[in-house]
Structure formats: structure tokens, C-alpha cells
């Protein structure tokens, strides 16, 4: 007889792996009774658990185990006998059996004797007594899934984690996690020492240190920077190994899907991409509420019923899809279903009929943007509470979880198509990835999850666009992070470092001083120092040079954008303006003499050979004048300055045309396109050019 507590463990972590393989085979038989493979698989995961359960003692686990067998032999032989009646069997069973593994890995218990008498139709009878006291047998007849009750999956709350699915999550790893979580606290208390160490031997100077000489601080620093590279690369190990596939969270989600629509009358598949990305077992204990509720909310407000389905030209079947991908600094998580969609009249009427907004607001809102107002506490569309939705408190959790974890969530709906709830999560716990800046003379870090694109402009190019940055098809207003935090704006005559922040759908422009570079930051309370930026900030951390820096709070700053344009836009830079000058000639020899003639104004000069080459070079970068010729093949003059007044972005550039005709008509013509000043060529020199330029550009 084998010691059954040396082994239990071993065990218990091989059953819990065969009971969430046999689920998910038993899932892919019922949606094809017909699969022999998975018929074939189930078998065997079935029979292993029967004979592991027998060899620890564990003879209650090894007759269901049989009784499964039974079932699924039939299955194989005979399909049609099968019903879903019976998977709800074998489905409750597994679970008695999950509840058993967690009881006796908790000392609880030692056995779990299933009673299959009333199974008499298939057959299943113990092989043995056991001296436990039998479980209520397991009824055939039932017609709803048995002993786990879809009262639990549908009132779960989002305060705390399903111990069942934390032990699930936690036993793939297969290592203590709070033995990890104090390494890695050690690691980062040396790492702190560690760079403190640098900074003294920094202040110290190449002197030989000790009596003899022998020791150097430059010998020191070599071997300071090699425990510091150490200490990273071991924090970096501990790291990889909280990581778990998002599988292991996706797992828990195939019987909750097929229990609630079976109860709600609906067609259900749910399909899961992306289950190789990994994620910090904290943060998917953390989500799994969240994720949860998602869930729950698109089976019973998102995917229609089979009759309604079909009558709007739908497959019967509805189809909910858990996503997971990688973005720079997060992984995103995804629950979409192809059902009815986010109604925007509902969502708008019921907003002005309970306050949360005037007519005339509600109006002015696009769709997008209603959306979002599920998120807000106590907003529902909902008459009355129900077991499945709850009252209406649900939605504004969830967003309150996400952003507890320094991530954020985005809305995406089309009517009668689909709607698509993103999590935007970090990686991992251990640190928040942000790109370092300095503004104001203080170092500050902007979570990465937020900053879409960085990039510097000219100080003649903000000045020249009055304050505003063309991006992506919109005019961004830039706001100068320095005066965010109540520091004085440093001169910007060599130019602006800029930060595209988004947040949902709003794109947000901040100017800093200097782009320090990105990296991995430990996240702190804030500190008294930092009390006048209030809760803009998540936290403060510990730069590299032992400096505190403000962690910014991209969401605060998203809510307050339209104030802090308006009290903290970036003020315009005093330079001289340098106009950059687009001159248009297919004549090479022209083309190149009034080059000649604005590049000897101190202007910077671009050249094009005919029109369609220069309104290429126009929809790409625009400037500040147009110089051309009239007449060229394909787009001529005319033509070219018509293209530039019919453009949004374009049609204030000013236009000097050049031609060697000077008859009224031809003036006129010019003036009709919308140029704003004719050059005739037999009076063209430079001094009557700059004249001209200066004119209809007087303020420069």
C-alpha cells in the first residue's frame, strides 16, 4: 500500500490538469457527438483519473471516474443516446470532484464516495463500498445543470476571486507565490542599495582608496555596475516565472458560458485567440471578476436568442470571442459577441431622463463617446434588477478594478453587429513601464500603456502653427507639462520635445523639455513635495540618480484636457521666423534662379519640378508659401492653387504666382483660383520677390 501523503500532492496537481483537459473535451463533444478523437481523448483523461484516484486511495474519485468512462464509451458507440442531459451529468460530477481536490488539499477531507445508483439506465454502480458517507446521489433526471447552480456564476461579486479559480491559476505555476513575492521585494531593496552605491563612488572621483592603493573607486563602480546588472537579471527571472498563459484564465470560461446559455435559451460558442500571451498570475486573479462580468453581460445583453437571430439574418448560433494580444507595454484582453450591440438612442434618452445629461450635451455626444456613460455608478438601461444583470452596479466596477491596476478599458460597438469591451492591462506587477521625461527641471515618467508617439518639432514650426501640432489628420493644442506641475516653462529655442498621449478616443499633446529614454519603474505612494499636482499622479518612483519622480495619472489628465488647454497650453516660442518656401517651375533654369532668390532671404527652400509633384509634397508636410509657375503639364498653376484652397488643412497657405504672360485675363484667372499675388517674370528680381513675400507675410 502506498503512503497515500507523499503522494497526494502529486496527485491533486495531475487530477486538477485531467479535470480541465475532460472539460474541454466534453465541451467540443457536445457542440459534435460524433468526434472520435475527442471521444477517444476524453476516455483516456478519464481513465487516468481512475487509476491515479485508485493508487492514492482516493476510491470515491476512481468510481466516478469509472461512471464517466461508462458514459462516454456509450457516447462513442452509439451518439444519438447521448443528450445534454447527460454532459449536465458528467459536467456535475467534475465539478464534486474539483470542490473534493480543493477539501482535501485544504485538509478537509480525505474521500469522496459518489453514490451512481439512481444511475441505473447506463449502467454505473460502485465497484466498491467505501466507509465515508455517501454525497446525495446524482439525479439523471435533472433537467438543469446540477449542483453547480447558475445562482453563483450570475451574482458573482468583482470584490474578490473564485478560490477555486485562484487555485486553478496558481497550480500551473507550481511554485509558492509568496515565497516569489518576497524575493522579489529583496531584490528590489538591492537594487536601491545597489544604485546608492553607484552614487557615492560617483561623488568620490577616480582616488585610489585604502592604505596601499590598491583599490580604486573606478574598480569599485566596475564591480557596483556588476551587481547591479546581476541583481536585474535576477529580478528579471522572478518575474518570468509569475508569468502564466492567458490561457489559464480563459480555461475558466468554456462551462461558464455553456451553463448560462443553456439556462437564458441561447446558442453559445464562445472561441478564444490569443492564449499563448502571458500575463502575471496576480493580474489575472485580479481581472477574473472583471472579465467575468463581461462575459456574463454579453450573454445576456449582447448575443440575441436563436429566433432572433434568424430573423435578422444571423446564424443561430451567437458567438462570444476572448481575445488577448500585445501592445507596446500591455497586454490587451477582449470580449466581443456579434450580438444586438450598444443602442445610442436608449443610452441617450436615459441619460437626460436621469440626470446624467442636458439635452442639448447628450445631443452634441457621438456614439463613441456615449458609451462610455455604462461605465458611470449606478447607470443602467434597465428597468428592473434580474438574477443575471444585477441593479445596475456592475459596469463602473469593472472600470474600477482596471484602473486599480494602473490599466484602462475602451468601448467599441456597431448597432446589430457586435460590441467590444478592450482591457488595456500591464504585463506585470512588479513594475509600471513608462517613458521618462524632464520638465520644468523635474524628472517625470508617463506610463507607456499611453504615449502612442514621441517626437521633437522645430521652435519656427509651433510658432508658425500658433501653438497647435498637426497629427494624424487633427490639430493638436500642445500643453506644457512644466506648467502642470507649477514650474516655470523653459526657453524652447532649440525646439519641443512632444508626447501624443490617448486615452479611449481622445489624443492629447504635451510638451516637455527633454525625452529621457523609457524603462521599468517601481511604483511609490506620493510624497508631501508632491501634493500641489494632487491626483494627477498614480505615485511617485526612484530614478536611477536616486531623484523622486512623479508618475503621471494619463486618465486624470484625459478628464481635465479641455481646462488644462486653455491654462496650460505651451507658449509661443520669440524666434525670428524662417518661412519654408515650396517653389513650383517644370523650367530647371527658372525653378533654380528664384530658389536663388528666397534661399537669399534666409528662408528654407523646397523644390518641385511640376504640380502634381508638389501637391504630393504638399499632402505629406505643409508650408508656408507657395511659389510656382503658371503654366506646367498635368497641374498647372491654376490648377494647384485650386487644390490648396479647397483643402482643410491647406487653403490658408499663401500662393505667389509666377508667369511670363501678364494680360488682364490671365491676372484674373490667377486671382480667381485664390493666389495672392502675381509676379509677371520680366519684372522678377530678388528684391521685388522678398516685396512681394513681405506683403502678404508682413509679420515676418
Known sequence: ????????????????????????????????????????????????????????????????????????????????????????????????????????????????????????PWGLRKEEKSSEKPLEPIQKTRKKTPKRELKPLLSLELSGTDSITSQRLGDALRVRLGKLDLLMEELENATVVSRNLADHLASIGPAPLGVGGNLSAGALRVESERLEALISSARNAVVEMRLLPVSSLFNQYPRMVRDIAEELGKEVELKVEGGDLELDKHLMEDVYGSLTH???????????GPDERTSRGKEKRGVITLRAYQRPGAVVVEVE????????DKLRSVAIKRGFLQPAEAEQMDDEALAYLLLKPGFTTRREADQLSGRGVGLDVVKNMIDSIHGTMTIKSERGQFTRFSLFLPKSYSGLKGVKVTSGGVPVVIPTLFVEKCFRITAEEFQRRDGS???????????????????????????????????????????????EGDGEFLLKGTGRHLEEAGASLLGITITREGIPAPVFDVRYLAERWAGLEFSCRMPLPRVKRKLRVLVVDDALTSLHVVSSFVGAM?????????????????????VDLVVTDMEMPEIDGIELTRRIRRSEWLKKTPVIMISVKSQETVIGRAFEAGVNAFVPKERLSGAYLEKTIKNILPDI
Open 1 to 120: 500500500m502506498l503512503e497515500r501523503s507523499k503522494y497526494i500532492e502529486i496527485f491533486l496537481d495531475e487530477g486538477r490538469d485531467i479535470l480541465s483537459s475532460l472539460e474541454k473535451e466534453l465541451l467540443a463533444l457536445e457542440r459534435n457527438p460524433a468526434s472520435l478523437e475527442a471521444i477517444s481523448t476524453a476516455i483516456r483523461l478519464a481513465h487516468t483519473l481512475k487509476g491515479s484516484s485508485r493508487m492514492v486511495g482516493l476510491v470515491g474519485v476512481s468510481n466516478a471516474a469509472h461512471g464517466i468512462e461508462n458514459i462516454l464509451e456509450v457516447l462513442g458507440s452509439s451518439a444519438e443516446d447521448v443528450s445534454g442531459d447527460d454532459f449536465s451529468l458528467i459536467f456535475d460530477v467534475l465539478d464534486r470532484i474539483s470542490v473534493l481536490f480543493e477539501s482535501i488539499s485544504g485538509g478537509e477531507v480525505s474521500d469522496l464516495d459518489i453514490d451512481f445508483q439512481n444511475l441505473e
Open 294 to 304: 463581461l462575459v456574463r453581460n454579453a450573454l445576456d445583453h449582447g448575443v440575441e
Open 337 to 344: 459577441d456579434d450580438g444586438h450591440g450598444i443602442d445610442s
Open 469 to 515: 501640432i498637426p497629427y494624424m489628420g487633427e490639430r493638436l493644442h500642445l500643453v506644457s507639462l512644466a506648467l502642470i506641475l507649477g514650474k516655470k516653462v523653459e526657453d524652447v529655442f532649440n525646439g519641443l520635445e512632444v508626447l501624443v498621449l490617448r486615452f479611449r478616443e481622445r489624443r492629447m499633446a504635451l510638451a516637455v523639455e527633454k525625452i
Open 602 to 622: 534666409g528662408h528654407s527652400v523646397f523644390q518641385a519640378h511640376d504640380g502634381a509633384e508638389a501637391w504630393n509634397m504638399l499632402e505629406d508636410y505643409p
